[in-house]
T-cell receptor, first 114, second 114 residues
């Protein structure tokens, strides 16, 4: 992808509620992949979920699901039943094509409130 | 079971000094990436490699050089460090770039340039 856009710098959600984090991408590649990573305050990058551009079904991993809308070039992350431990920075890197250059957006800071 | 290892984890340099960050992976991955992350921002791609002996520029390559002489190692060099290069540096590796869901990150290296 040439550009990743995460339009929500920060989000609040109540514990146990669902939250959607937005991610749009701009690419001319036919084959590409989209990831979601979580970065807690400790700094490590934690893999959450992956969607390939040719995958027909939306990816799901436990409480995480990816709402992939290829025509709109969006890959929003849905977290169901938020937990306090979900408070972190979230990124949606993407890449593909011949170079497989992986580009990040600016991220969304999620705060889960009790 | 090392995965991706970055060396050193912390370093303080004076302006004008040089240093090399080492990224080592034991998963026989073709693709390796170097990113920098500045406070409150996403990861920006510095350089990347699609295989042994190859390197390519990312989004912010100026002031850095890289080498991939061995498949398992990806070195990031700063020839003359500047305060603007104070950042946290992340290395990542992948078997097929964004075409599959495998993308592994190191723990990060915090560099301060005084």
């Amino acid at each position: 992808a040439q550009k990743i856009t995460q339009t929500q710098p920060g989000m609040f959600v109540q514990e146990k509620e669902a939250v959607t984090l937005d991610c749009t991408y701009d690419t001319s590649d036919q084959s590409y992949g989209l990831f979601w990573y979580k970065q807690p305050s400790s700094g490590e990058m934690i893999f959450l979920i992956y969607q390939g551009s040719y995958d027909e079904q939306n990816a799901t991993e436990g409480r995480y699901s990816l709402n992939f809308q290829k025509a709109r070039k969006s890959a929003n992350l849905v977290i169901s039943a938020s937990q306090l431990g979900d408070s972190a920075m979230y990124f949606c890197p993407s890449g593909g094509g011949a170079t497989n250059k992986l580009i990040f957006g600016t991220g969304t800071l999620l705060a889960v409130q009790p | 079971n090392a995965g991706v290892t970055q060396t050193p984890k912390f370093r303080v340099l004076k302006t004008g000094q040089s240093m090399t960050l080492l990224c080592a992976q034991d998963m026989n991955h073709e693709y390796m990436y170097w990113y920098r992350q500045d406070p409150g921002m996403g990861l920006r791609l510095i350089h990347y490699s699609v295989g042994e002996g190859t390197t390519a520029k990312g989004e912010v390559p100026d002031g850095y050089n890289v080498s991939r002489l061995k498949k398992q190692n990806f070195l990031l060099g700063l020839e003359s460090a500047a305060p603007s290069q104070t950042s946290v540096y992340f290395c990542a590796s992948s078997s097929q770039g964004a075409q599959t869901g495998e993308l592994f990150f190191g723990e990060g290296s915090r560099l301060t340039v005084l």
